[in-house]
């Protein structure tokens, strides 16, 4: 008697989740500093993340143009590791170098491939015109100005969190008196970012926790412990702004609910 209603709530709940996994969110932030250059005021980032090779591209690419960045940066799982799509991973963000320069950097889930998918992927990219940020740092030049922006490798590339760690610090210190941007898969480790005095930091890999809570927000996210703190959106430590995407993509379940993908604008203002 009362398996019809039940029935028809989960249906109902399915057909919302898959609804959202593919209802791509645009967020919008603006972050002030003293550091950013005139040139800069209104410079544009769009952030991507957690594609896992999923047939977005039309969208994205759409998106991508309307909002005109300046740049575009990709924080990782650009594929999946169980389901290796190199051509989907391009699909997506092939064409994005048109629109704005684009880098790259790596989750996880690249880590996870072998190292000749990955030199195939990353290959492929930069023939694209995508530039991996490998523990690297850029300048980002505009009306003889410029800015900083570093990119790490996911820790699983480094064997141990504590060198891995000390990379990133050492990217950072090399700052200087330049803003600085760091491109980066693991929103769990902002003290570490703090740290290391970044001004700006991108990161993904949350998912926004994919399955989560109508109003209690995420259960669980990788990396980090039940009811993360770090799952989506902007957080202030200190001297430090970190900007975490939910991302675009899903892994092992296939769907999102109250978790929807998202693309990140990001607006640089000075003060």
């Known amino acids: 008697m009362h398996k019809a209603p039940f029935t028809l709530g989960l249906l109902a709940l399915g057909a919302f989740g898959l609804y959202q996994t593919r209802a791509i969110a645009l967020r919008e932030y603006t972050v002030r500093h003293e550091k950013i250059p005139p040139s800069f005021d209104g410079f544009r980032v769009l952030h991507l993340s957690d594609v896992h090779s999923r047939g977005f591209w039309r969208e994205i690419r759409a998106r991508a143009a309307s909002l005109s960045p300046d740049i575009i940066v990709i924080t990782g799982d650009l594929i999946s590791r169980s389901k290796l799509?190199?051509?989907?991973?391009?699909?997506?963000?092939?064409?994005?170098?048109?629109i704005a320069p684009t880098y790259y950097v790596t989750g996880n889930h690249e880590a996870g491939i072998g190292a000749e998918p990955l030199s195939a992927l990353t290959g492929q990219l930069r023939k694209a015109g995508v530039q991996p940020l490998r523990n690297q740092t850029v300048t980002v030049e505009k009306e003889a100005q410029s800015i900083r922006l570093s990119g790490v490798d996911d820790p699983v590339f480094w064997g141990s969190k504590q060198a891995w760690r000390a990379r990133v610090r050492q990217l950072g210190r090399t700052n200087g008196e330049a803003f600085h941007l760091l491109l980066t898969h693991r929103p769990e480790e902002l003290p570490v970012y703090r740290q290391a005095r970044y001004?700006?930091?991108?990161?993904?890999?949350?998912?926004?926790?994919?399955?989560?809570?109508?109003?209690?927000?995420?259960?669980?996210?990788?990396?980090?412990?039940?009811?993360?703190?770090y799952v989506g959106g902007r957080y202030d430590e200190g001297a430090t702004t970190m900007i975490v995407s939910r991302g675009l993509g899903t892994t092992t379940i296939p769907v999102r609910l109250f978790a929807r993908p998202e693309v990140v604008l990001a607006t640089l203002r000075t003060v």
């Open 85 to 98: 799509d190199i051509d989907g991973a391009l699909a997506v963000v092939g064409s994005l170098p048109r």
């Open 199 to 229: 001004d700006l930091v991108f990161a993904g890999h949350s998912h926004g926790g994919q399955i989560c809570l109508p109003f209690g927000g995420a259960i669980i996210a990788p990396g980090q412990e039940l009811f993360p703190r």
